[in-house]
Structure formats: structure tokens, C-alpha cells
């Protein structure tokens, strides 16, 4: 491509300067215009610059492989027991990652063992409870926001009733009308009662983005009630609901522990971190290792999605940049 060649310029002395060639591509294409990015392109960007961010995905994503794959991590059965040899052995420290590093509980089952195969009912109810409360949350949330009137006063009435309701009380009571405690009876009992939040914050969020005008102008093309909330208010309105459903997970995780510890949660034999704590507090004077190291995996589990939600508050949330 051939070269323009500048106008030579006059300095203040009145010598003049050497004209420079300026290639003709540069001259047609003007200066590089830049690229604009969108909310979830930032908060990738300052997600990534997070330290908190990356070591709760690291300790999330260890904690679902440990969920799926529990092969990877140990051969051993959380079933089987020797009483007589292992009867409340202590943990043997030399051993990593062996059947017997973390000891044995008061029936003679390896607590690592039980350890890798517990994360996964823990996981399957924070995780399953999540997921039904947000979507029962969400809609109930648009559908009174969007629509608004006495709809919307009939559903936020509902919404408070269901609030009012101590949500571990409700549980406690809910699960005890069962006589077999499974992990998919669990997470409907934790679910019934626990969509509110999600839905008080999705009505707020539906409340704000409706008014907005691309939402005027498709109402005004005559675009359906079901494009517009769908296609144009659900995903400007998702974030702070992400964010609410991220940080709740750890929390449906501990409440399925502390049912579990109170005897109306999870019941054998389904292996799980809230049975273990259950069945090592009767031990806890002979053998406090059978309740500590149980205990301590809800805890990891639950901070790891608590950092998790903080820093993806942090990255959506304009104000807090």
C-alpha cells in the first residue's frame, strides 16, 4: 500500500521540519476506537485480581471433584467396619492420604474414607436446595414485580408468611413428619422454606429494571409478556440474585449438618458429614477426632462458598468498586 507523506510543519524559528511518511492505512483508519465491555465482562476481569475468588474456587472445584470421583482420593469403603481392630483408632498422621490418616470412628469405619464419600449428600443438598429456591424464588420475584398490583401485594403477603417462619424450627418439624430422611427429602424440606429471600430480592431487582427504556420500547413494539421479562428484565435483574443464591449455598450446607446433628436430617445409611457430626458427639470425651474432623469439613466447605459469593458481590456490585 503506498505511504502519505506528511505536510512539512514550521517551527517558532521559521526553519522547517522533515516531512514523514505516514502509512495511507493509518490516515484512512483514524484512531483505534475502544472497546466497550459489559458488567460481566468487568467482573470477570476483577474476579480473576481476587485472591478470595481464586482460593474458594480452588477449594470449590477440589470439593466436586471429591463429590463426583471419590475413587480419585481413596479405594477404601465408607461402610466397612472392623470393630474389633480399629474400634476408635486414632488418626496416624504418617500415613497421608491413607485408609487410616484420619483414624477411625466409634464402629470401626475409616473417617477418611467417610470424609471423601460425605462430600457428596452435602454438596447434593446445598447445591439441589440452591437450585430450587432460586428458580421458585425468581419467578415468584418477577411475577410481583412485573405485574404488580394485587398480585403483587397477594405475593409479597405470601412471601412474608413464609419469612416468618424460623427457617431450622420449620425444617425440624417438616422432617420430622418422615420416617425416612433421604437426601431428595431433605432438599425439598430445606426448599419449601427457604425461596423467600431470593424472591424479596428479585422483585426488588424486577421492580428497578422494568422501568428502564429498552423495557418501554419492546412493550411499545409489541413484544409478549413472556419476552419481556425473559428476554430483556431477567438478565439485567439476575445478578444480585446470583449473588444472594452463591452466598445461601453455604449456608442450606450447614443447615443440613445441623439437622443432621439433631436427628432429623440425613440418617444412615446415607454417608455424610451431618451424620458423622451426629454419631462422633457421643464420642466426643473417648475420641474428640470423630467429631472435629467432620466438623471441620462443613466449616471449609461453608466458608469456601461464603468467600465465593463475597467476591462475586464484590465484582457485580458497582458500589463496592
Known amino acids: 500500500m503506498p505511504e502519505k507523506t506528511a505536510e512539512p510543519e514550521k517551527t517558532l524559528d521559521g526553519k522547517t521540519t522533515a516531512a514523514v511518511p505516514v502509512p495511507a492505512a493509518a ?3 483514524g484512531p483505534a476506537p475502544d472497546k466497550a465491555r459489559s458488567l460481566w465482562s468487568d467482573a470477570w476481569y476483577d474476579l480473576r485480581r481476587q485472591p478470595m475468588f481464586l482460593v474458594s474456587s480452588v477449594l470449590i472445584l477440589l470439593l466436586l471433584v471429591m463429590s463426583f470421583a471419590p475413587g480419585l482420593f481413596t479405594s477404601a469403603s465408607p461402610r466397612d467396619a472392623d470393630l474389633a481392630a480399629h474400634y476408635l483408632q486414632p488418626p496416624n498422621w504418617s500415613h497421608f492420604f491413607a485408609e487410616d490418616w484420619l483414624g477411625y470412628d466409634g464402629q470401626g469405619r475409616s473417617i477418611y474414607a467417610r470424609i471423601i464419600h460425605g462430600a457428596r449428600a452435602s454438596i447434593m443438598v446445598g447445591v439441589g436446595v440452591t437450585i430450587l429456591v432460586t ?3 425468581t419467578l415468584m420475584g418477577m411475577i410481583a414485580g412485573y405485574f404488580g398490583g394485587w398480585l403483587d401485594s397477594l405475593l409479597s403477603r405470601l412471601t412474608d408468611v413464609f419469612f416468618g417462619i424460623p427457617f431450622l424450627l420449620g425444617a425440624l418439624v417438616i422432617l420430622t413428619t418422615f420416617e425416612q430422611r433421604s437426601v431428595p427429602v431433605v432438599i425439598l424440606a430445606l426448599a419449601f422454606l427457604g425461596w423467600t429471600q431470593i424472591a424479596r430480592v428479585a422483585r426488588g431487582a424486577v421492580i428497578t429494571v422494568k422501568q428502564s427504556d ?11 409478556t413472556s419476552r419481556i421479562m425473559f428476554r430483556h428484565i431477567l438478565p439485567n435483574a439476575v445478578a444480585p440474585i446470583i449473588v444472594v443464591a452463591t452466598i445461601a449455598l453455604g449456608g442450606y450446607i450447614a443447615a ?7 436427628g432429623v436430617g440425613l440418617e ?3 454417608v455424610s458429614w451431618g451424620v458423622d457430626v451426629s454419631l462422633g458427639r457421643t464420642q466426643l470425651r473417648n475420641a474428640p477426632f470423630t467429631l472435629i474432623i467432620p466438623s471441620v469439613m462443613v466449616s471449609i466447605t461453608v466458608l469456601s462458598f461464603l468467600m465465593f459469593g463475597d467476591a462475586v458481590r464484590n465484582a457485580l456490585d458497582p458500589k463496592l468498586r
Do not use: C, D, H, N
Open 256 to 262: 443440613e449438618a445441623t439437622l443432621s446433628f439433631l
Open 268 to 270: 444412615e445409611p446415607t
Open 135 to 137: 428458580v421458585f424464588g
Open 214 to 224: 429498552y423495557v418501554v420500547a419492546a412493550k411499545a413494539l409489541g413484544a409478549s
Open 27 to 29: 490516515v484512512e483508519a
